[in-house]
């Protein structure tokens, strides 16, 4: 009598886990393609902002080619071995202030002194002058791992073990990494471009979850396992890393605070802004002026560039340096630039409610005429 009660207690079991788990069939939803999905880039927005960062500080609309990105690491199946068309869609979609050229950096010689400029004219105008470079330097896998588990076991049965109860759950975290580089030289002469480089890196998780659950009588028993793995996509995550790399790029190709661009802001680069300071210094007065009335602008305040500070841009400036605890000593001074161009956001969506401005009628700075030019504090 006690083994037909097991038998049947095993046989209810069964049904009621099958009853979770049976296969029900794939729907008609299921089994059709799913729809294309148009993600359009990564950094659509921040494409954006850097294409108008350019056109505002009026930087050359340069002619770029993008050489093969390479996949140099040892895991030569795991990755693209080529990924430079992560690279050119964003410059196609987003970057109106700049030319891609569709030709191989490296020009074909013989068509060059025969033929080819006899059938095709344009070529010879349509060179490139930048190319863009680099490879993808690593790939490690499983570098770092994590393991949890939860192990739980009950018996009864008046201490005969007549029935068990096991349950187990284990929680796992593989990482892995991938590093790009990125570079750009010029095509005359194929120097690489002191400073303009990139080199970053980018995290992918592998997670896997299980559970398993017992239950047993009489030492006969049933169990269910289930299984979930999360696998971030490799490519996914290459193209992630290239085009933030190529924001970077770009960037400290141009001199421009390309930090702003991104939400949320980045770091500012130092490598970028002691360039700026650095043709601050070398400036004229009147030239340093005109730097400053355009930074005044990037606070989202109005100003005129015009060499001449007007009662209304002190007043501003002078706020700026109260809201951003700026030392303001000396108007002129590179210090005060490079703090002003370190906190300037640029953008508005990048001003902090605390930070905005009102400029009042009153100014709180002296006229610039003098060599040494003090600003004041903001009135209370």
Not at 146 to 152: G, P, Q, V
Request: include cysteine; hydrophobic fraction near 35%.
């Amino acid at each position: 009598m006690p083994k037909l009660v097991t038998i049947f207690s095993l046989i209810v079991i069964v049904f009621l886990i099958d009853g979770c788990t049976s296969f029900k069939g794939f729907s008609k939803g299921e089994q059709n393609i799913t729809r294309p999905i148009d993600n359009n880039t990564y950094f659509t927005e921040a494409f954006n902002r850097l294409n108008h960062l350019l056109i505002i500080f009026k930087k050359p609309r340069y002619k770029f080619q993008v050489k093969n990105i390479e996949n140099v690491t040892s895991a030569k199946q795991a990755m693209p071995s080529d990924s430079k068309n992560f690279i050119k869609t964003p410059l196609i979609l987003h970057m109106t202030s700049l030319e891609l050229v569709a030709y191989e950096p490296i020009y074909h010689q013989m068509e060059a002194k025969t033929t080819g400029f006899l059938y095709f004219p344009d070529m010879k105008k349509n060179m490139p002058q930048l190319v863009i470079d680099g490879a993808v330097t690593q790939f490690d896998k499983g570098i770092l791992s994590n393991s949890s588990n939860l192990d739980l076991d009950l018996e009864f049965g008046s201490g005969r073990g007549d029935t068990d109860f096991r349950y187990d759950h284990d929680n796992g975290d593989d990482l892995s990494q991938i590093a790009l580089d990125l570079s750009v030289f010029k095509y005359k002469d194929r120097s690489y471009i002191t400073g303009v480089a990139t080199q970053n890196k980018i995290e992918i998780h592998r997670k896997k979850r299980k559970d398993r659950f017992g239950f047993f009588l009489n030492g006969s028993g049933v169990g269910y396992s289930k299984y979930n793995t999360l696998q971030q996509s490799k490519d996914e995550a290459l193209r992630i890393l290239t085009e933030y790399s190529l924001i970077q790029l770009l960037g400290r190709l141009y001199e421009v605070p390309y930090w702003r661009c991104i939400i949320p802001n980045l770091e500012p680069d130092k490598r970028v802004i002691d360039k700026k300071v650095k043709f601050f210094s070398k400036s004229s007065d009147k030239i340093k002026v005109k730097l400053i009335e355009q930074l005044i602008r990037f606070y989202n305040q109005e100003s005129i560039i015009d060499g001449a500070i007007s009662a209304k841009e002190k007043d501003i400036l002078s706020q700026i340096a109260g809201r951003y605890n700026i030392p303001c000593n000396n108007v002129l001074s590179s210090d005060l630039y490079r703090k002003l161009y370190y906190y300037a956001p640029m953008f508005k969506e990048n001003i902090p409610s605390d930070k905005i401005i009102t400029p009042t009628k009153e100014s709180l700075l002296p006229p610039l005429s003098n060599s040494v030019q003090k600003c004041k504090k903001s009135k209370k």
